[in-house]
Structure formats: structure tokens, C-alpha cells
């Protein structure tokens, strides 16, 4: 398995503009987690999904950040419009049981 | 309120063994994780408790004492690839993991 697969890699756009981040997780995963590191904050979870359905996104920092999961093999997490307060690696990771498997994250920088 | 400590640096020379501390306060509990990052790259999984005592895995050894609210991350035969940073997580009665901001080990010759 290619493990959990994220895109892009990086990005660097302006302030104001849409962002979107996608995730693939692993094949037969049933929970999906979206995080946010920064060097301030450390890991925070944004939203999580399990079977496709959103369950907690309390986490979610402001209606500008929203999230979805339309298939088991497919999230996104979007950012309209974005801040430069934004910027932080932005982690997909999933799970069966206990272990989570992280992607490999999406560097934001917002300028 | 939850919460999760651990140091923030720790280092150790080459060859030698290190001990990482983690105290946590969860509501509820379902057991204590370690995860290893380098830097610029993605967390990864190295040990879960749910029971008290040491786990052993090779070089790395996890230890969890529940009455105390306490774990520890052993790591023996230090080598320079150790150098990373170690994040404890606990996780609670929803099964929603708490995460410290993580301990940076560094390594040196």
C-alpha cells in the first residue's frame, strides 16, 4: 500500500485566495483525520471523518476552513479566503484501529 | 482540562541511552502513544500502552504508569538518525487523542 497520499506537496499562494488539500487514505481505513502543526501550536486536529461522515470539527478554526469526504478514498480540506495566519503543514492522516498513518503533509505559506 | 507535558529538548551522545518523560491528564483513558517525527516529515507511530509496564521494541521501550499519569520513552544505542522529535499522545474516553507539542532530541558524536 502507498500509505496515505496528500497533494500538493507545497503551496504558496496570496491572501485571500482558495486553497485546497487533498488526502487519499489508505484502502480499507474507516476513520480520517485532518491536522494542523505549527511551531506554536504543535499538532491540533481540525476535522474527523469516519465512514465518510463528519463527526467532530470542532477543531476547525473559522468558517473559512471547511471539509469534506465524499467517497472512502477522498478528502478535502479547503481555506476561502486564506490568512497568512494559516500557514502551518497540514497533516492527513487515517486509521482502523489504534495506530494512525500520517500523509506526508502540505506545507501552506500564505503571503 | 486535558493535558499532555513532556520536555521540550533533550540531548545525548551517540552510543548512549536516553529517556523521554510524559505526564497526561485525559478524561478517561485509552491508552498512551509515541510518535517520532523528523524534521520535514510526517509523524510516525512507535509504541502504544494501554497496560502498565514496559513494552519493549528493539533499542526503543515504552513504560506506562497509570496511577501516576506518567510514561516514558526509552531509547538505547543512540544513533545520529534518533535525532527527531518525540510526541506523546493520550488518548481519552471518546478515543480522541491528546497530543503534547512534542520533545526535540538532539544527538551528538
Known amino acids: 500500500d502507498a500509505g496515505v497520499i496528500q497533494s500538493p506537496r507545497h503551496e504558496v499562494t496570496e491572501m485571500g485566495q482558495e486553497v485546497t488539500l487533498r488526502c487519499k487514505p489508505i484502502?480499507?481505513?474507516?476513520?480520517l483525520f485532518w491536522y494542523r502543526q505549527t511551531m506554536m501550536r504543535g499538532l491540533e486536529l481540525l476535522i474527523y471523518?469516519?465512514?465518510?461522515?463528519?463527526?467532530?470539527d470542532s477543531g476547525m478554526p473559522e468558517d473559512r476552513f471547511s471539509a469534506k469526504m465524499p467517497n472512502a478514498s477522498f478528502s478535502t480540506l479547503k481555506i476561502q479566503p486564506s490568512e497568512p495566519r494559516d500557514s502551518a503543514v497540514y497533516f492527513c492522516?487515517?486509521?482502523?484501529?489504534?495506530?494512525?498513518?500520517f500523509g506526508s503533509g502540505t506545507q501552506l505559506s500564505v503571503l | 482540562g486535558q493535558n499532555i507535558d513532556q520536555p521540550t529538548e533533550m540531548t545525548a551522545t551517540e552510543g548512549a541511552i536516553v529517556q523521554i518523560n510524559c505526564t497526561y491528564q485525559?478524561?478517561?483513558?485509552?491508552?498512551l502513544f509515541w510518535y517520532q517525527q523528523h524534521a520535514g516529515e510526517a509523524p510516525t507511530f512507535l509504541s502504544y500502552?494501554?497496560l502498565d509496564g514496559l513494552e519493549e521494541k528493539g533499542r526503543f521501550s515504552s513504560f506506562l504508569s497509570r496511577s501516576k499519569g506518567y510514561s516514558y520513552l526509552l531509547l538505547k544505542e543512540l544513533q545520529m538518525k534518533d535525532s527527531a522529535s518525540y510526541l506523546c499522545?493520550?488518548?481519552?474516553?471518546?478515543?480522541?487523542?491528546?497530543w503534547g507539542a512534542g520533545t526535540k532530541l538532539i544527538i551528538k558524536p
Open positions: 499522545a493520550g488518548m481519552d474516553s471518546n478515543y480522541q487523542l491528546i
Open positions: 500502552n494501554v
Open positions: 492522516a487515517s486509521t482502523l484501529g489504534e495506530k494512525l498513518f
Open positions: 485525559t478524561s478517561g483513558f485509552n491508552g
Open positions: 471523518f469516519n465512514n465518510n461522515v463528519p463527526i467532530d
Open positions: 484502502s480499507g481505513h474507516d476513520y
